[in-house]
């Protein structure tokens, strides 16, 4: 069995990923729930209501039981199916030639790749949180809960810059983990780790909370969107716990579980999670509108403790987000604040690292207005921000068609068409109506081989890319596209989508 991850200083993000998996599960356990009522929780899902009376306490009068039986019933195994390509032929292709290594390129064939990880049902007519590496490219996913049974299940949504996930299954009356406040954890607190290691189903750790808010960025430049103020934790996770729960002593969902450190890509004393705080408000946000409403400030940001002496010759707080630069637009630069100021609340909340910062911004939506407290060379100074969008504005990005913003018609090409134009990859424009592509003076038979230097293969591979502009999950705001036409002229265009 092979293990995908990514690794980032030694982070590895935990699904497992193999030729051919065997999926089993524990034979489901006769349970009695008292004090059981359907409620709508916060975030917009339908939950049954468990009534606890107990909170945390030391360590050896502590009882996991309750809390294991109260969450692994509602923890799933998620097998996802994935095509990839392999290299055979003796096609041309002309921009590797050109711009690559000129050797030339043999056409892909698809094969199968089988990977796995886990899941948490958020309510009981089939919504299940997972992470977006678990179910990134599947082409088909296979549910399996803790009873044995099996459902195919849809994409809702994705986000890659939390890493987190919604599918949904058709069934009702599911087992459900009641929503906690990941915000109200202490460093020190008992959690629970409840996922499918290595194909282990159901398999319950225990740990501590080693750190809130932690960052596990490497600082390139693949990190700048993403969103991490992970809980670090000691409790044992492993490949195939991505997406599985972590829940506190009473069996609330307080995070999802995500990645560990490890250089051999096993558990090797930490593992981290996305906190409900951020994984509660992406989901909702899935599930109402198709995409994430981020709001941003508009700010480039350091730690206080990573500045330079330059950097700091004039701050005089020792913790902080630093502000040290700004995006075009920028609503925290309109409102007043200059580079050099350390951010050190949000709505009165401490804002102690650029990793905190991220988590609290990551709560509101566009058009939001949040109160930002800075520290400029010792004086506190206080700004009314209204949030906008990676677009600049402060409009809800409704869950838009592609195809429609574009106004073209594309398909595959044939082994004969790529022969025939000496190529082993692309689509052609088939035809153009009202839209970007008119606009931007594409015509029919254009061959797209290249936008924002990612290979076309089939018209998805254009639509995933449009779809993400268009949802805000990517700072890119338009298309640079390569392509030619059968002619043999070589064209590029720009289209620019914030409009």
Do not use: C
Request: no cysteine; hydrophobic share 35%.
């Amino acid at each position: 069995m092979n293990t995908t991850m990514k690794n980032v200083l030694g982070i590895v993000l935990v699904a497992v990923v193999s030729s051919g998996l065997t999926i089993g599960a524990n034979a489901y356990m006769n349970r009695q729930h008292a004090n059981v009522a359907t409620v709508d929780n916060s975030y917009g899902f339908n939950q049954p209501l468990r009534l606890t009376n107990y909170s945390g306490v030391a360590a050896e009068n502590t009882d996991f039981t309750m809390a294991a039986e109260r969450s692994v019933h509602a923890v799933v195994h998620i097998k996802s199916v994935t095509e990839v390509q392999v290299s055979g032929g003796q096609y041309m292709d002309p921009f590797e030639f050109f711009f690559g290594n000129g050797h030339g390129n043999q056409p892909r064939q698809p094969q199968k790749r089988v990977g796995a990880g886990s899941g948490v049902i958020i309510s009981t007519d089939g919504y299940i949180i997972t992470n977006n590496h678990v179910i990134d490219g599947a082409s088909e996913l296979e549910v399996t809960l803790n009873d044995n049974r099996k459902f195919k299940a849809k994409v809702i949504g994705s986000d890659p810059s939390t890493d987190i996930a919604l599918i949904k299954v058709d069934a009702k009356d599911l087992p459900t983990i009641p929503f906690g406040d990941s915000e109200q954890l202490k460093v020190g607190e008992w959690v629970l780790a409840v996922g499918n290691p290595f194909n282990l189903t159901s398999t319950v750790t225990a740990g501590i909370v080693s750190a809130k808010g932690r960052s596990i960025s490497t600082g390139s430049d693949e990190d700048v969107s993403k969103i991490q103020s992970f809980i670090q934790t000691d409790a044992a996770v492993n490949p195939g716990n991505s997406g599985g729960a972590l829940v506190n002593t009473k069996g609330e969902l307080v995070g999802i579980n995500t990645a560990i450190y490890s250089e051999t890509g096993n558990f090797a004393g930490y593992s981290f999670a996305v906190p409900m705080s951020i994984a509660g408000k992406v989901v909702q946000d899935l599930k109402q509108y198709g995409n994430v409403q981020r709001a941003i400030l508009g700010v480039s940001i350091l730690d206080v403790s990573k500045l330079n002496d330059e950097q700091k010759k004039d701050v005089k707080v020792t913790e902080g987000a630093w502000v040290g630069g700004f995006a075009m637009p920028s609503s925290a630069k309109d409102a007043g604040v200059e580079i050099g100021d350390v951010i050190v609340a949000v709505n009165d909340v401490a804002v102690r690292s650029t990793s905190r910062l991220q988590e609290e911004i990551s709560k509101y939506r566009p058009g939001d207005k949040v109160k930002i407290t800075v520290n400029r060379k010792g004086v506190q100074k206080i700004f009314n921000i209204e949030l906008r969008n990676m677009q600049g504005n402060t409009k809800i990005l409704d869950k838009a068609d592609p195809s429609e913003v574009l106004g073209g018609a594309y398909q595959e090409l044939s082994d004969k068409r790529k022969r025939e134009l000496g190529v082993n990859y692309g689509i052609e424009v088939t035809g153009v109506t009202n839209g970007k592509l008119k606009d931007a003076g594409i015509k029919k038979g254009y061959i797209i081989m290249l936008v924002n230097d990612e290979k076309i293969s089939t018209p998805e591979d254009l639509e995933r890319i449009v779809d993400s502009i268009l949802k805000g999950r990517s700072s890119e705001q338009g298309l640079f596209i390569k392509g030619f036409y059968p002619n043999g002229k070589t064209t590029y265009y720009a289209i620019n989508l914030s409009e």
